[in-house]
């Protein structure tokens, strides 16, 4: 089954868990794949909200948001850390296309890196004692859900010019069939969350998906795995104290 098989390619790409299938990679015939990517990160953001309701109440409540991104990094959002980081770095030494590649291939992080993920992780650890408990899981699994929607968005609008690298198999290769099934995973959370935080929130992933691919199709030349990771960061962070807000309670 089609499904089996693209759920396998993100579950394996995407975290740290024992694979779903073995011998099954990211490659051109299964580019389709990563509209699956949102429901991967539904239930990691799930997985990470049922640990997080424990020490939500046995760790003071500015340690146990750290622990919690802790997990979630291991999980598999250092991926995605890592992209950001690149990306910081390659803004930070305002060059534009290839100049600015060569700095984010570089392994080493610099201090737009280093400040990219600080207040990344600020941002979303922070905001985690402004949830209630119960709703942890749900609330921590729609914030995964809308990382990787971002992710797809920039993804289906970007186009990917070099020769090799990982978004080479996804990067403008995707129709929007693929954008409309990554979204509706966002309705599992619809009976928790309601109709207007999922509105907001999916309308935001995908504009800011497809606001930052038009932006580095730009600066950059085309959109890559570093700026894949980096946005789909940037929304987590960015929805974490929206979802958090009086206005958009919870």
């Given at each position: 089954?089609?499904?089996l098989?693209?759920?396998?390619?993100?579950?394996?790409?995407?975290?740290?868990?024992?694979?779903?299938?073995?011998?099954?990679?990211?490659?051109?015939?299964?580019?389709?794949?990563?509209?699956?990517?949102?429901?991967?990160?539904?239930?990691?953001?799930?997985?990470v909200?049922?640990?997080?309701?424990?020490?939500?109440?046995?760790?003071?409540?500015?340690?146990?948001?750290?622990?919690?991104?802790?997990?979630?990094?291991?999980?598999?959002?250092?991926?995605?850390?890592?992209?950001?980081?690149?990306?910081?770095?390659?803004?930070?030494?305002?060059?534009?296309?290839?100049?600015?590649?060569?700095?984010?291939?570089?392994?080493?992080?610099?201090?737009?890196?280093?400040?990219?993920?600080?207040?990344a992780?600020?941002?979303?650890?922070?905001?985690?004692?402004?949830?209630?408990?119960?709703?942890?899981?749900v609330?921590?699994?729609?914030?995964?859900?809308?990382?990787?929607?971002?992710?797809?968005?920039?993804?289906?609008?970007?186009?990917?010019p070099?020769?090799?690298?990982?978004?080479?198999v996804?990067?403008?290769?995707?129709?929007?069939?693929?954008?409309?099934?990554?979204?509706?995973?966002?309705?599992?959370?619809?009976?928790?969350?309601?109709?207007v935080?999922?509105?907001?929130?999916?309308s935001?992933?995908?504009?800011?998906?497809?606001?930052c691919?038009?932006?580095?199709?730009?600066r950059?030349?085309?959109?890559?795995?570093?700026?894949?990771?980096?946005?789909?960061?940037?929304?987590?962070?960015?929805?974490?104290?929206?979802?958090?807000?009086?206005?958009?309670?919870?």
């Amino acid at each position: 089954m089609w499904f089996l098989r693209y759920l396998a390619v993100m579950w394996n790409l995407l975290t740290r868990l024992p694979r779903l299938m073995d011998g099954i990679y990211p490659e051109e015939s299964t580019s389709g794949a990563l509209a699956l990517a949102p429901l991967v990160g539904l239930i990691m953001g799930c997985m990470v909200g049922l640990v997080s309701i424990p020490l939500s109440w046995f760790l003071p409540p500015l340690v146990w948001p750290l622990w919690s991104a802790g997990i979630y990094i291991w999980l598999g959002w250092s991926l995605h850390l890592d992209g950001l980081a690149d990306l910081c770095d390659g803004l930070g030494s305002g060059r534009r296309g290839e100049g600015m590649m060569a700095v984010m291939k570089d392994s080493r992080i610099g201090a737009f890196g280093v400040m990219g993920l600080i207040l990344a992780l600020g941002s979303w650890a922070g905001s985690l004692g402004s949830f209630p408990w119960f709703k942890l899981p749900v609330t921590l699994g729609f914030m995964g859900y809308l990382g990787r929607l971002s992710l797809l968005s920039c993804a289906w609008a970007g186009r990917y010019p070099w020769e090799s690298g990982l978004g080479k198999v996804f990067v403008g290769r995707l129709g929007v069939a693929h954008l409309a099934l990554g979204a509706t995973w966002g309705l599992l959370a619809l009976p928790v969350l309601g109709p207007v935080v999922l509105v907001c929130g999916l309308s935001i992933a995908v504009l800011l998906g497809v606001g930052c691919a038009r932006w580095m199709n730009s600066r950059l030349g085309g959109v890559n795995g570093d700026v894949l990771g980096a946005v789909e960061v940037a929304c987590e962070a960015i929805m974490a104290p929206l979802l958090g807000a009086p206005w958009l309670s919870m």
